[in-house]
Protein backbone atom coordinates (compact mmCIF):
# COMPACT_ATOMS: atom_id res chain seq x y z
CA UNK A 1 0.00 0.00 0.00
CA UNK A 2 1.21 3.52 -0.36
CA UNK A 3 3.43 5.19 2.13
CA UNK A 4 1.51 7.45 3.91
CA UNK A 5 4.00 9.91 4.65
CA UNK A 6 4.74 9.73 0.32
CA UNK A 7 0.89 10.69 -0.17
CA UNK A 8 0.84 13.28 2.55
CA UNK A 9 3.83 15.27 0.78
CA UNK A 10 1.67 15.05 -2.11
CA UNK A 11 -1.31 16.99 -0.31
CA UNK A 12 1.27 18.88 1.49
CA UNK A 13 2.37 20.30 -2.44
CA UNK A 14 -1.72 20.68 -3.39
CA UNK A 15 -2.18 22.80 -0.07
CA UNK A 16 0.75 24.76 -0.77
CA UNK A 17 -0.33 25.41 -4.78
CA UNK A 18 -3.76 26.86 -3.22
CA UNK A 19 -5.79 24.71 -4.58
CA UNK A 20 -8.26 24.11 -2.12
CA UNK A 21 -11.98 24.55 -2.47
CA UNK A 22 -14.66 26.20 -0.39
CA UNK A 23 -16.69 23.07 -0.32
CA UNK A 24 -15.73 22.30 3.25
CA UNK A 25 -16.57 18.94 4.55
CA UNK A 26 -18.04 17.99 8.32
CA UNK A 27 -15.18 19.05 11.05
CA UNK A 28 -16.04 16.19 13.40
CA UNK A 29 -16.09 13.35 10.71
CA UNK A 30 -13.45 11.13 8.88
CA UNK A 31 -14.37 9.93 5.66
CA UNK A 32 -12.34 6.92 4.58
CA UNK A 33 -12.03 5.95 0.89
CA UNK A 34 -10.64 2.65 -0.03
CA UNK A 35 -8.68 1.87 -3.18
CA UNK A 36 -8.37 -1.53 -4.96
CA UNK A 37 -5.81 -1.62 -8.04
CA UNK A 38 -4.23 -4.91 -9.43
CA UNK A 39 -1.21 -2.52 -10.37
CA UNK A 40 1.86 -2.40 -8.43
CA UNK A 41 2.14 0.74 -6.65
CA UNK A 42 4.45 3.36 -9.30
CA UNK A 43 7.69 3.40 -7.67
CA UNK A 44 7.82 8.01 -8.17
CA UNK A 45 4.48 9.43 -8.60
CA UNK A 46 4.03 11.80 -11.54
CA UNK A 47 1.48 14.50 -12.12
CA UNK A 48 -0.90 12.76 -14.04
CA UNK A 49 -0.72 9.62 -11.81
CA UNK A 50 -4.30 8.70 -10.46
CA UNK A 51 -2.68 9.41 -7.16
CA UNK A 52 -2.06 12.94 -7.72
CA UNK A 53 -5.39 13.39 -9.98
CA UNK A 54 -7.19 11.90 -6.91
CA UNK A 55 -5.05 13.88 -4.38
CA UNK A 56 -6.17 17.14 -5.84
CA UNK A 57 -9.41 16.55 -7.12
CA UNK A 58 -10.69 15.70 -3.14
CA UNK A 59 -9.19 18.34 -1.73
CA UNK A 60 -10.32 20.71 -4.24
CA UNK A 61 -14.00 19.35 -2.96
CA UNK A 62 -12.90 20.08 0.68
CA UNK A 63 -11.78 16.62 1.90
CA UNK A 64 -8.33 17.15 3.77
CA UNK A 65 -6.24 14.01 4.16
CA UNK A 66 -5.24 13.84 7.88
CA UNK A 67 -8.40 15.89 9.15
CA UNK A 68 -11.64 14.47 7.46
CA UNK A 69 -10.37 12.36 5.01
CA UNK A 70 -7.70 9.22 4.39
CA UNK A 71 -7.37 7.58 0.93
CA UNK A 72 -6.21 3.88 1.37
CA UNK A 73 -4.68 2.52 -1.14
CA UNK A 74 -4.19 -0.98 -2.11
CA UNK A 75 -2.16 -2.30 -5.11
CA UNK A 76 -1.83 -6.19 -5.75
CA UNK A 77 1.27 -5.79 -7.47
CA UNK A 78 0.21 -7.66 -10.25
CA UNK A 79 -1.09 -10.92 -8.77
CA UNK A 80 -4.84 -11.37 -8.92
CA UNK A 81 -4.99 -13.74 -6.51
CA UNK A 82 -4.29 -11.02 -3.63
CA UNK A 83 -7.10 -8.85 -4.71
CA UNK A 84 -9.49 -11.01 -2.37
CA UNK A 85 -7.34 -10.88 0.26
CA UNK A 86 -7.41 -6.72 -0.25
CA UNK A 87 -10.68 -5.96 -0.45
CA UNK A 88 -11.31 -8.21 2.61
CA UNK A 89 -8.75 -6.15 4.21
CA UNK A 90 -10.66 -2.91 3.55
CA UNK A 91 -14.00 -4.15 4.30
CA UNK A 92 -12.56 -4.60 7.67
CA UNK A 93 -10.97 -1.51 7.99
CA UNK A 94 -14.48 0.25 7.57
CA UNK A 95 -13.99 2.28 4.37
CA UNK A 96 -17.00 4.18 3.22
CA UNK A 97 -16.67 3.70 -0.56
CA UNK A 98 -14.32 1.06 -2.47
CA UNK A 99 -12.58 2.47 -5.32
CA UNK A 100 -12.14 -0.69 -7.52
CA UNK A 101 -10.29 -0.20 -10.50
CA UNK A 102 -10.23 -2.99 -13.53
CA UNK A 103 -12.84 -5.99 -13.66
CA UNK A 104 -10.73 -8.29 -11.08
CA UNK A 105 -10.72 -5.59 -8.67
CA UNK A 106 -14.41 -4.94 -8.91
CA UNK A 107 -15.16 -9.10 -8.74
CA UNK A 108 -13.21 -9.18 -5.30
CA UNK A 109 -14.89 -6.27 -3.82
CA UNK A 110 -18.29 -7.27 -4.44
CA UNK A 111 -17.48 -10.78 -3.05
CA UNK A 112 -16.07 -8.94 0.29
CA UNK A 113 -19.08 -7.23 0.60
CA UNK A 114 -23.01 -6.11 -0.04
CA UNK A 115 -22.95 -2.98 1.68
CA UNK A 116 -20.18 -0.54 1.32
CA UNK A 117 -20.57 1.58 -1.82
CA UNK A 118 -18.35 0.85 -4.53
CA UNK A 119 -17.34 2.68 -7.49
CA UNK A 120 -15.64 0.79 -10.50
CA UNK A 121 -13.24 2.65 -12.95
CA UNK A 122 -11.92 0.71 -15.94
CA UNK A 123 -12.41 -0.57 -19.98
CA UNK A 124 -14.72 -3.09 -19.45
CA UNK A 125 -18.57 -4.35 -20.13
CA UNK A 126 -20.21 -3.90 -16.48
CA UNK A 127 -23.24 -5.26 -18.01
CA UNK A 128 -21.59 -8.27 -19.56
CA UNK A 129 -19.15 -9.27 -16.23
CA UNK A 130 -22.77 -9.10 -14.02
CA UNK A 131 -21.68 -6.26 -12.05
CA UNK A 132 -24.40 -3.96 -12.69
CA UNK A 133 -28.16 -4.76 -13.57
CA UNK A 134 -27.86 -2.04 -16.86
CA UNK A 135 -25.67 0.96 -16.71
CA UNK A 136 -28.76 3.70 -16.12
CA UNK A 137 -29.49 1.59 -12.85
CA UNK A 138 -26.68 -0.19 -11.70
CA UNK A 139 -28.80 -2.02 -9.13
CA UNK A 140 -26.74 -3.41 -5.34
CA UNK A 141 -24.22 -1.75 -3.92
CA UNK A 142 -22.32 -0.77 -7.24
CA UNK A 143 -21.77 1.99 -9.74
CA UNK A 144 -18.98 3.56 -11.53
CA UNK A 145 -16.99 5.71 -13.98
CA UNK A 146 -15.84 3.69 -17.66
CA UNK A 147 -12.70 4.70 -19.83
CA UNK A 148 -14.26 4.75 -23.10
CA UNK A 149 -18.15 4.56 -24.28
CA UNK A 150 -20.22 1.17 -25.50
CA UNK A 151 -17.68 -0.23 -27.53
CA UNK A 152 -14.12 0.20 -27.75
CA UNK A 153 -13.51 2.68 -30.71
CA UNK A 154 -10.95 -0.22 -31.85
CA UNK A 155 -12.32 0.55 -35.51
CA UNK A 156 -12.31 3.89 -35.16
CA UNK A 157 -8.86 3.80 -34.75
CA UNK A 158 -7.82 1.01 -36.74
CA UNK A 159 -9.41 3.74 -39.72
CA UNK A 160 -7.17 6.57 -38.35
CA UNK A 161 -4.05 4.61 -38.29
CA UNK A 162 -4.38 3.60 -41.80
CA UNK A 163 -4.90 7.28 -42.82
CA UNK A 164 -2.28 7.97 -40.78
CA UNK A 165 0.14 5.28 -42.70
CA UNK A 166 -1.90 4.47 -46.17
CA UNK A 167 0.76 1.91 -47.17
CA UNK A 168 -0.14 0.12 -43.84
CA UNK A 169 -0.33 -3.67 -44.65
CA UNK A 170 0.25 -5.46 -40.96
CA UNK A 171 -0.38 -3.89 -37.53
CA UNK A 172 0.88 -4.84 -34.04
CA UNK A 173 -1.00 -4.84 -31.48
CA UNK A 174 -0.10 -4.81 -28.00
CA UNK A 175 -1.30 -5.87 -25.32
CA UNK A 176 -1.34 -5.94 -21.10
CA UNK A 177 -0.53 -9.19 -19.02
CA UNK A 178 -3.73 -9.72 -17.99
CA UNK A 179 -5.72 -10.38 -21.40
CA UNK A 180 -9.14 -9.11 -19.70
CA UNK A 181 -8.76 -6.03 -22.12
CA UNK A 182 -7.80 -8.03 -25.24
CA UNK A 183 -10.79 -10.02 -24.97
CA UNK A 184 -12.78 -6.93 -24.70
CA UNK A 185 -10.91 -5.39 -27.75
CA UNK A 186 -10.19 -7.74 -30.19
CA UNK A 187 -13.31 -9.00 -31.56
CA UNK A 188 -14.11 -5.98 -32.95
CA UNK A 189 -10.37 -4.89 -34.26
CA UNK A 190 -10.65 -8.44 -36.11
CA UNK A 191 -13.85 -7.23 -37.72
CA UNK A 192 -12.89 -4.24 -38.94
CA UNK A 193 -9.47 -5.10 -40.43
CA UNK A 194 -10.28 -7.13 -43.59
CA UNK A 195 -12.03 -4.27 -45.04
CA UNK A 196 -9.18 -2.01 -43.93
CA UNK A 197 -6.51 -4.06 -45.91
CA UNK A 198 -5.21 -4.61 -42.54
CA UNK A 199 -3.52 -8.20 -41.21
CA UNK A 200 -2.90 -8.12 -37.32
CA UNK A 201 -0.26 -9.41 -34.72
CA UNK A 202 -1.59 -9.64 -31.40
CA UNK A 203 1.45 -9.32 -28.90
CA UNK A 204 1.31 -9.74 -25.32
CA UNK A 205 3.43 -8.32 -22.83
CA UNK A 206 5.46 -10.68 -20.79
CA UNK A 207 7.14 -10.18 -17.18
CA UNK A 208 7.12 -6.55 -17.23
CA UNK A 209 9.32 -6.56 -19.93
CA UNK A 210 8.48 -4.44 -22.54
CA UNK A 211 11.99 -4.28 -24.41
CA UNK A 212 11.69 -8.38 -25.13
CA UNK A 213 7.80 -7.28 -26.23
CA UNK A 214 9.17 -5.06 -28.63
CA UNK A 215 11.72 -7.80 -30.10
CA UNK A 216 8.29 -9.55 -30.55
CA UNK A 217 6.65 -6.58 -32.22
CA UNK A 218 9.31 -6.05 -34.57
CA UNK A 219 9.77 -9.56 -35.73
CA UNK A 220 6.05 -9.25 -36.93
CA UNK A 221 7.22 -6.73 -39.44
CA UNK A 222 4.56 -4.43 -38.33
CA UNK A 223 4.02 -0.78 -40.16
CA UNK A 224 2.48 0.32 -37.35
CA UNK A 225 1.22 -0.25 -33.72
CA UNK A 226 -1.89 -0.12 -31.68
CA UNK A 227 -1.77 0.04 -28.35
CA UNK A 228 -4.64 -0.89 -26.46
CA UNK A 229 -6.77 1.08 -23.98
CA UNK A 230 -5.74 -0.44 -20.63
CA UNK A 231 -4.10 1.45 -17.79
CA UNK A 232 -1.55 -0.87 -17.62
CA UNK A 233 -0.43 1.09 -20.71
CA UNK A 234 -1.12 4.29 -18.92
CA UNK A 235 1.21 3.44 -15.50
CA UNK A 236 4.14 1.67 -18.32
CA UNK A 237 3.37 4.38 -20.98
CA UNK A 238 6.94 5.76 -21.20
CA UNK A 239 9.19 2.66 -21.93
CA UNK A 240 6.26 1.76 -25.00
CA UNK A 241 6.58 5.03 -26.10
CA UNK A 242 10.73 5.27 -26.00
CA UNK A 243 9.99 1.61 -28.42
CA UNK A 244 7.65 3.27 -30.85
CA UNK A 245 10.40 6.36 -31.09
CA UNK A 246 13.30 4.03 -31.70
CA UNK A 247 11.90 1.52 -33.66
CA UNK A 248 10.08 4.25 -35.91
CA UNK A 249 6.33 3.11 -35.44
CA UNK A 250 3.12 4.85 -35.76
CA UNK A 251 1.22 3.93 -33.00
CA UNK A 252 -1.90 5.12 -32.08
CA UNK A 253 -3.58 5.22 -28.08
CA UNK A 254 -6.35 5.66 -26.14
CA UNK A 255 -5.22 8.79 -24.04
CA UNK A 256 -4.82 12.28 -25.09
CA UNK A 257 -2.17 12.32 -22.65
CA UNK A 258 -0.09 9.25 -23.40
CA UNK A 259 0.39 11.65 -27.12
CA UNK A 260 1.22 14.35 -25.40
CA UNK A 261 4.40 12.52 -23.94
CA UNK A 262 5.63 11.20 -27.69
CA UNK A 263 3.04 8.48 -28.71
CA UNK A 264 2.08 9.62 -31.98
CA UNK A 265 -2.13 9.79 -32.02
CA UNK A 266 -5.02 8.86 -29.98
CA UNK A 267 -8.78 8.90 -30.19
CA UNK A 268 -10.52 8.88 -27.17
CA UNK A 269 -10.70 11.12 -23.81
CA UNK A 270 -8.47 12.37 -21.06
CA UNK A 271 -7.59 9.99 -18.54
CA UNK A 272 -7.04 12.68 -16.12
CA UNK A 273 -10.74 13.58 -16.45
CA UNK A 274 -11.49 10.30 -15.77
CA UNK A 275 -9.86 9.69 -12.34
CA UNK A 276 -11.40 13.15 -11.68
CA UNK A 277 -14.87 11.69 -12.45
CA UNK A 278 -13.81 9.27 -10.11
CA UNK A 279 -13.79 11.58 -7.40
CA UNK A 280 -17.03 13.02 -8.25
CA UNK A 281 -18.99 9.85 -7.78
CA UNK A 282 -17.18 9.21 -4.71
CA UNK A 283 -17.68 12.90 -3.04
CA UNK A 284 -21.93 11.90 -4.65
CA UNK A 285 -22.34 8.67 -2.46
CA UNK A 286 -20.30 10.36 0.26
CA UNK A 287 -23.16 13.02 0.31
CA UNK A 288 -25.65 10.24 0.15
CA UNK A 289 -26.32 9.21 -3.31
CA UNK A 290 -27.18 5.50 -3.70
CA UNK A 291 -24.78 3.72 -6.23
CA UNK A 292 -27.72 1.20 -7.26
CA UNK A 293 -29.58 4.41 -8.19
CA UNK A 294 -26.42 6.58 -9.75
CA UNK A 295 -25.89 5.57 -13.77
CA UNK A 296 -22.34 4.03 -14.88
CA UNK A 297 -20.83 7.27 -16.20
CA UNK A 298 -19.34 6.92 -19.75
CA UNK A 299 -17.36 9.82 -21.56
CA UNK A 300 -18.53 12.19 -24.39
CA UNK A 301 -16.06 14.15 -25.13
CA UNK A 302 -13.71 12.11 -27.74
CA UNK A 303 -11.07 13.54 -29.69
CA UNK A 304 -8.22 12.93 -31.60
CA UNK A 305 -5.06 14.14 -30.35
CA UNK A 306 -1.88 13.98 -32.80
CA UNK A 307 1.76 14.81 -32.21
CA UNK A 308 3.40 15.88 -35.28
CA UNK A 309 6.98 16.28 -33.42
CA UNK A 310 6.65 12.65 -32.84
CA UNK A 311 5.42 12.06 -36.63
CA UNK A 312 9.08 14.08 -37.63
CA UNK A 313 11.00 11.94 -35.30
CA UNK A 314 9.81 8.42 -37.02
CA UNK A 315 10.19 10.05 -40.76
CA UNK A 316 6.26 10.11 -40.93
CA UNK A 317 4.70 13.17 -42.80
CA UNK A 318 0.93 12.97 -40.89
CA UNK A 319 -1.41 13.75 -44.09
CA UNK A 320 -2.92 17.05 -44.49
CA UNK A 321 -6.57 15.35 -43.96
CA UNK A 322 -5.76 13.49 -40.56
CA UNK A 323 -4.39 17.03 -38.90
CA UNK A 324 -7.25 18.95 -40.22
CA UNK A 325 -9.45 15.92 -38.45
CA UNK A 326 -7.52 16.39 -34.96
CA UNK A 327 -8.66 18.17 -32.04
CA UNK A 328 -5.30 19.09 -30.68
CA UNK A 329 -2.04 18.91 -32.62
CA UNK A 330 1.47 18.77 -30.37
CA UNK A 331 4.23 20.56 -32.37
Given at each position: ??D?????????????????????????????????????????????????????????????????F????????????????????????????I???A????R??????????I????????V????????????????????A???????????????????????????????????????????????????????????????????????????????????????????????????????????????????????????????????????????????????????????????????????????????????????
Amino acid sequence: MTDRRTFHRILGGVLAAGVIGARAQPANRVYRVGVLRPTPAPPTLDPVSAEVVWAKAFAHMGYLEGRNFHLDQRYADGDPQRLQALARDLVQQRVDVIVAVAPGAVRAALEATTTIPIVFFGNFDPVAAGFVQSLARPGRNVTGVLIAPEGTLGAKKLELLKLAVPSARRVAVLEAEDPAMGRLQMPELRQAAPALGLDLALISVRNRDIGDTFVRIVATKPDALFVMADTYFWTGRRPVIAQTLRHRLASIWEWREQVREGGLMSYGTSLVARWEQVASFVDRILKGAKPGETPVDQPTNLGLALNLATAKAIGLEAPQSLVLRADEVIR
